[in-house]
């Protein structure tokens, strides 16, 4: 069956960074679009970050990680990662991948991210 799991965060200083990892099985992984999303306290969750399938994938951001965030995938480990430099007190949150395009929606048990000084 299918499978997200997320890893890599942690509670880091204004300024900092931290690279995500999400492993998934259960799928051709190399032929899915995957993303990042984040759900702080109290808000919805939010879409983060986009890259599309294949070897040269193709990436969006959110207009407020742009050039702070950088999404990339390694077909070959069937994992997805999130490098997140620059951080925010605001970009504490839990974050989830999510494969796109399955029947059914996928998540994984998400990754705690803490900015704070």
């Known amino acids: 069956q299918v499978q997200l799991v997320e890893s890599g965060g942690g509670l880091v200083q204004p300024g900092g960074s931290l690279r995500l990892s999400c492993a998934a099985s259960?799928?051709?992984?190399?032929?899915?679009?995957m993303r990042w999303y984040r759900q702080a306290p109290g808000k919805e969750r939010e879409l983060v970050a986009t890259?599309?399938?294949?070897?040269?994938?193709?990436?969006y951001y959110v207009d407020s990680v742009k050039d702070r965030f950088t999404i990339s995938r390694d077909n070959a480990k069937n994992t997805v990662y999130l490098q997140m430099n620059s951080l925010k007190p605001e970009d504490t949150a839990v974050y989830y991948c999510?494969?796109?395009?399955?029947?059914?929606?996928?998540w994984g048990q998400g990754t705690q991210v803490t900015v704070s000084s």
């Open positions: 999510k494969v796109l395009g399955l029947p059914n929606d996928y």
């Open positions: 259960g799928f051709s992984f190399s032929s899915y679009a």
């Open positions: 890259i599309t399938s294949g070897r040269g994938g193709v990436t």
